[in-house]
């Protein structure tokens, strides 16, 4: 039996939920979060009221382990999940997606941190950000840590944060040792110092701690990479391979989500306009009677229907080489990690496409105009596209790096 499962279970709030039932409240919350969104956006961070219904409804135990607290269900179930909440709103959806996907990078960690940061109920919100790394001093028992990390999404909500850090040498000079390591919320401030042309409500901000200890179980050694730091597996912990996947296509689909959920949105709202908006020129009907807003309309159907269904694919794909690999069999490469991210960024790119379609061709008074919902979605995949995590180009030439046998750039 391996280590961990000696420890004592915590019982999830309702044990007898299924994916289906969170998918439905998802679904059914949609409402409830598009007349959030102008307070989401106007506060700088998920309102409070909506959080609590985040909490109540279990959508941030979705993968969580069940030994501590969570559901466990799978990663499409994570992606459907996600992409119901941007529908409704992408902020609230980003720091859902950006925290309740979290527990699978905790799932590498020592056993013991697992259960002091589960606590007694499971109740753990753990934003993460790795940029740019901390300093780590190792002391006896662990390491003193000093850093500050921008871009925590959703830390005013967070009961833990997961950082990273280059540990220091006797020499005081930085080697390259990685560390991750999570720290308590009484353990470091939050700098208010998110101010973004979109994606405000994701209260995106910078964690800042300054020497606080952490003991050595609640940290992890890493390895640097172009999208932050991916965790040195240990022996494995759960039975379940979701567990031992790798980091990075899952932490991309979480950021693809949250796009292609806000596009599906976007397209709601299109309908919205299109069908009570009349055209400037006789017969005066409605916009949605005329062939060029069909063809906008369609087409934007079509690039968002196709994302969908190629995120949840890639879902599946990540829980099929998970297995794999835990089965001895093909492991979980560099090429099926990149395989993964690809359909990941183009579906990302695809969502992209279809809401500046859609905002071009809506109106100006239903999008430009301050407050539009149209024009804070467009605003929002705008600054999704900024992430240096999404740069679909960039992962393109290193997928065929790998392809070809050549070393990363």
């Excluded at 973004?196 to 701690?209: D, E, L």
């Excluded at 940290?219 to 597996?233: I, K, Y």
Aim: with cysteine.
């Amino acid at each position: 039996m391996p280590a961990a499962a000696k420890s004592r279970p915590i019982a999830a709030p309702e044990p007898a939920l299924t994916p289906s039932a969170l998918l439905e409240r998802a679904i059914a919350l949609r409402p409830y979060l598009r007349a959030h969104q102008a307070e989401c956006e106007a506060l700088g961070r998920v309102p409070d009221a909506v959080n609590a219904r985040l909490i109540a409804e279990g959508f941030y135990r979705t993968v969580q382990p069940r030994r501590f607290g969570g559901y466990e269900f799978d990663v499409p179930t994570f992606f459907r999940v996600m992409m119901e909440i941007a529908r409704g709103c992408a902020e609230t959806g980003w720091v859902l997606a950006l925290t309740a996907g979290h527990p699978l990078l905790v799932a590498s960690f020592p056993e013991e941190g697992q259960r002091e940061v589960y606590g007694k109920d499971g109740e753990f919100r753990c934003p993460a950000s790795f940029n740019p790394p901390g300093k780590a001093v190792p002391v006896e028992g662990g390491y003193r840590i000093t850093g500050g990390w921008a871009s925590a999404s959703g830390i005013d909500h967070a009961t833990h944060y997961l950082g990273g850090s280059l540990v220091v040498g006797e020499d005081g000079k930085p080697t390259d040792k990685v560390i991750q390591m999570i720290l308590d919320r009484d353990q470091f401030e939050i700098v208010d110092d998110w101010r973004v042309m979109g994606m405000q409500g994701t209260g995106s901000k910078t964690v800042a701690a300054r020497d606080v200890f952490v003991p050595a179980h609640r940290t992890l050694a890493a390895v640097a990479a172009g999208r932050g730091s991916e965790p040195v597996r240990g022996p494995r912990s759960y039975d379940n391979p979701m567990y031992g996947g790798r980091v990075a296509p899952f932490l991309i689909g979480e950021a693809a989500s949250v796009a292609v959920g806000a596009a599906r949105g976007a397209l709601d709202l299109y309908e919205e306009v299109v069908t009570t908006k009349k055209t400037f020129f006789p017969p005066f009907h409605e916009r949605a009677k005329e062939a060029d807003i069909q063809h906008t309309y369609g087409r934007a159907l079509a690039l968002v229907a196709t994302a969908e269904a190629a995120l949840v694919g890639a879902g599946e794909e990540y829980m099929a080489f998970a297995r794999e690999a835990a089965e001895g069999g093909h492991s979980f490469d560099d090429e099926r990690d990149q395989r993964i991210t690809l359909i990941e960024h183009s579906c990302t790119r695809m969502a992209f496409e279809a809401v500046e379609t859609l905002f071009r061709t809506a109106g100006t008074s239903s999008t430009a105009k301050e407050g539009q919902p149209l024009g804070r979605v467009f605003r929002n995949l705008a600054v999704i596209g900024t992430h240096p995590a999404m740069q679909l180009d960039r992962m393109a030439i290193a997928a065929a790096r790998t392809k070809f046998g050549l070393p990363p750039r």
